[in-house]
């Protein structure tokens, strides 16, 4: 299953409402998560189950969708948010992740 | 609160053998019942390499399948891989990662709750 995300990168501000779409090359449910990877450091659970915010991430972000359309939104942009975001279904064998969004603030 | 460390060898020969481990400390390798392996290349996305359950049971990536094999050894509380063949796409950041699992209804939603730091493994001769 191919994940494609858009857009690829994203100049934003501090305050800015940000939404990431991952699209599916097939349906996968809600068997969807993001993750929020930042230079040199592992990548961070933010959403699980397309929707289900992780333990102690900001409730600014938030996910929806289910079948092959999901989308990531951050509703107020801080600047810790900078970063490299990825979808990833667990759907079907192999795993895959999107190629990635890159923030710039 | 559970860490996981991988560590192995930074330098590996083309057609060589990489082997990594993956050490759980703050809490038991048992406690969870999938554990997982992804790399990513220089600049590249994520790759998921695959899994391995409390059983032994493993799910590998198809482009890896032949070269791979994943292991546990729950007395030392560590996740091991093992690939060989190896080429220069082979060099990348390996993580180790635990599944954690939520349950809605009748849906399993598995998810990787915790990720080790990464170890870089560059092969080159």
């Known amino acids: 299953i191919q994940l494609a995300q858009s857009p690829s990168f994203l100049s934003t501000s501090v305050g800015d409402r940000v939404t990431i779409t991952c699209r599916a090359s097939?349906?996968?449910?809600?068997?969807l998560a993001w993750f929020q990877q930042k230079p040199g450091k592992a990548p961070d659970l933010l959403i699980y189950?397309?929707?289900t915010l992780h333990s102690g991430v900001p409730s600014r972000f938030s996910g929806s969708g289910s079948g092959t359309e999901f989308t990531l939104t951050i509703s107020s942009l801080q600047p810790e948010d900078f970063g490299t975001y990825y979808c990833?279904?667990?759907?079907?064998?192999?795993?895959?992740f999107g190629q990635g969004t890159k923030l710039e603030i | 609160q559970v860490q996981l460390q991988e560590s192995g060898p930074g330098l590996v020969k083309p057609s060589g053998t990489l082997s990594l481990t993956c050490t759980v400390s703050?809490?038991?390798?048992?406690?969870?019942?999938?554990w997982s392996w992804v790399r990513q290349s220089p600049g590249k996305g994520l790759e998921w390499i695959g899994e391995?359950?409390?059983?032994?049971?493993?799910n590998y990536n198809p482009s890896l399948t032949g070269r791979l094999t994943i292991s546990l050894d729950k007395s030392k509380n560590q996740l091991s891989l093992t690939l060989t063949s190896l080429t220069a796409a082979d060099t990348a950041v390996y993580y180790c990662?635990?599944?954690?699992?939520?349950?809605?209804?009748?849906?399993?939603?598995?998810?990787?709750?915790?990720w080790g730091k990464g170890t870089t493994v560059t092969v080159s001769s």
């Open positions: 990662a635990r599944f954690a699992l939520t349950i809605y209804g009748d849906l399993y939603y598995y998810h990787m709750d915790v």
């Open positions: 703050g809490g038991s390798i048992t406690s969870n019942d999938w």
């Open positions: 391995i359950d409390q059983s032994g049971n493993t």
């Open positions: 097939q349906g996968i449910g809600r068997f």
């Open positions: 189950a397309a929707s």
């Open positions: 990833q279904q667990l759907r079907s064998y192999p795993y895959t």
